[in-house]
């Protein structure tokens, strides 16, 4: 036989107009407070509560515009599937493509849904979550020398600015298959190896990425949390995030 | 596959609640956007591989959930904020007058539920989650939920509490 306090403290679980009715503990619970009176009312004030404290956790706010952009930035993979649920239509698309193909209208670039927009945002999205640093090293030649190693964008060249940051070390990281180059530095001085990074760095093969910027003339957009430059030069693809502004930025340049 | 699990419907219906669930975790608006993105990439990756329409539910909440303890565990970027004393055994406290709450003081009372506990709390209040979809979502046993929910749901009480005994909630 449960006590008023047993009851009390399994009611504290209890949500009205949920399927927590049906749990044994608190059916027995409420059939507790039914012959209570201290409790029923307890329990009264237990409901009208926990009404509006689920109330006021689905008003959390949502940012405008977020639905847009997952649905934007939708992955590749996603649309593949929805292809694959029409095998024939597929099957059409596939013959139509390979006849493009074999008339070379079709090149071996990459999709548009591979395009730099989303290159972009998710590359910062990686530096802004966490990542494994795969080697930590202040030495600009050692990361350089870690990179040709490991076959990632090699003979890639810093601008005048960001010859002077401070390494802290480098990773790489996967954009469809391609190895991506993430060089890291810490904007707020010198630091142990490893130490942490608020300035990033990266580098890929540019035919990688469709709709890259044309040339070495910097685009800067803010992402996410970061302000960032993008430019081609030499056949690869930079992009470099930090926070602050527009002007925060053009100095590693 | 289920036109219902179609990526778009998917976004519709669950975008929001998931937004929630990771703001209170991140407590961060661009964390949390970043974590509900990471879910739908993942889900766009490996969705396909879910048969039973009736757990999308449980599994996006699940992978936000892994995505949340991944980067914590890489990065340790999200604040991790520790009621004092929290460990102890909560007594439960008497009901607060409901009509002095607003959502900015319960979203900040919830971001200082110890993380363990806020977790399955949010998950309780937002999408009326069962105990065993908590249990499943968060991969713990059902008993753990529990354990978890209650002491959640009293440190949440005990906050808002002190916070209106402080004069911090509008009435």
Redesign the interface.
């Known amino acids: 036989m449960m006590t008023r306090e047993e009851a009390q403290r399994t009611l504290l679980l209890y949500r009205p107009g949920t399927s927590d009715a049906e749990e044994p503990d608190i059916a027995e619970a409420l059939n507790f407070a039914k012959q209570d009176a201290e409790l029923s009312r307890w329990l009264e004030q237990h409901c009208a509560q926990q009404s509006i404290l689920r109330e006021k956790i689905r008003q959390i706010p949502v940012p405008v515009g977020l639905k847009e952009q997952i649905i934007s930035e939708r992955p590749k993979l996603a649309r593949e599937r929805v292809t694959q649920r029409v095998i024939a239509m597929a099957l059409a698309v596939v013959a139509v493509l390979f006849v493009c193909w074999r008339a070379g209208l079709i090149g071996n670039g990459p999709s548009a849904d591979e395009n730099f927009a989303v290159y972009r945002t998710r590359m910062i999205s990686a530096a802004l979550r966490g990542y494994a640093m795969d080697f930590e090293s202040s030495d600009p030649a050692k990361i350089r020398e870690y990179l040709v190693k490991e076959k990632v964008a090699k003979n890639y060249e810093l601008p005048n600015g960001l010859q002077k940051a401070v390494a802290t070390g480098c990773a790489v990281e996967d954009w469809d298959g391609t190895k991506v180059a993430l060089l890291c530095f810490s904007d707020s001085g010198p630091q142990s190896a490893g130490g942490k990074s608020d300035l990033w760095l990266f580098v890929v093969d540019r035919n990688a990425v469709k709709e890259a910027p044309a040339n070495d003339t910097p685009q800067f957009a803010k992402v996410n949390k970061l302000i960032t430059a993008s430019w081609s030069h030499g056949g690869k693809l930079y992009l470099l995030g930090s926070f602050g502004d527009e002007q925060a930025i053009r100095r590693w340049f | 596959?289920d036109a219902s699990l179609?990526?778009?419907n998917l976004?519709?219906e669950y975008?929001?609640?998931l937004?929630?669930f990771a703001?209170?975790l991140a407590r961060d608006?661009?964390?949390a956007?970043?974590l509900?993105?990471?879910t739908?990439?993942i889900?766009?990756?490996k969705?396909?591989q879910l048969r039973d329409a009736s757990r999308v539910k449980t599994w996006l909440f699940t992978t936000l959930y892994r995505e949340f303890l991944e980067?914590k565990r890489?990065?340790?970027?999200f604040q991790h904020v520790e009621l004092e004393a929290a460990s102890e055994e909560l007594p439960?406290a008497?009901?607060?007058p409901?009509?002095r709450?607003?959502?900015a003081h319960?979203?900040e009372a919830?971001g200082q539920v110890d993380e363990t506990y806020r977790a399955p709390v949010?998950l309780?209040?937002?999408q009326?989650c069962?105990?065993n979809e908590i249990a499943e979502i968060l991969e713990v046993p059902l008993g753990t939920v529990?354990s978890r929910?209650?002491r959640g749901?009293?440190q949440?009480q005990q906050l808002l509490s002190r916070d209106i005994a402080a004069g911090g909630a509008p009435s």
Do not use: I
């Not at chain 2, 890489?74 to 970027?77: A, L, P, V």
């Open positions: 596959m179609d990526f778009e976004v519709a975008y929001q609640p937004y929630r703001f209170s608006e661009a964390d956007c970043d509900v993105q990471q739908y990439y889900w766009a990756a969705g396909h980067s890489r990065g340790s970027r439960a008497p009901p607060l409901a009509n709450l607003d959502t319960v979203v919830l949010t309780f209040y937002l009326d069962s105990y529990k929910l209650s749901l009293a949440l």
